[in-house]
């Protein structure tokens, strides 16, 4: 089961991330981020404090938004993610497209 909620959060735009993030909820959780994509006057903060696991495919929607946030010269913060999902960002080449907060 997969949680994911945006909201304005002191002039950020947060997408609050809560279980798998896995293939099967994939397009859904994309479909859901489309804001963060579209975004251009608001800092974008992926909180990850709930995200129990990501796939590939999960890796695939934060590239995606990565890409469209540096497009308009603005960073992505994540917030919250454990070491082992982290592991996983590191693994996959992804530490340095993000800012940790």
Do not use: H, W
């Not at 994309?30 to 590939?56: A, H, N, Q």
């Amino acid at each position: 089961m997969m949680k994911t909620t945006i909201q304005e959060q002191d002039g950020q735009l947060v997408a609050i991330l809560e279980g798998r993030l896995d293939t099967a909820v994939s397009e859904d959780v994309e479909e859901t981020l489309v804001p963060l994509r579209d975004c251009v006057d608001k800092d974008i903060v992926i909180d990850c404090t709930g995200l129990t696991y990501i796939s590939s495919s999960g890796l695939r929607i934060f590239l995606r938004i990565v890409k469209s946030a540096r497009a308009k010269k603005k960073p992505v913060y994540i917030k919250g993610m454990s070491a082992n999902l982290r592991s996983i960002l590191s693994m996959a080449g992804f530490l340095n497209l993000f800012v940790f907060i």
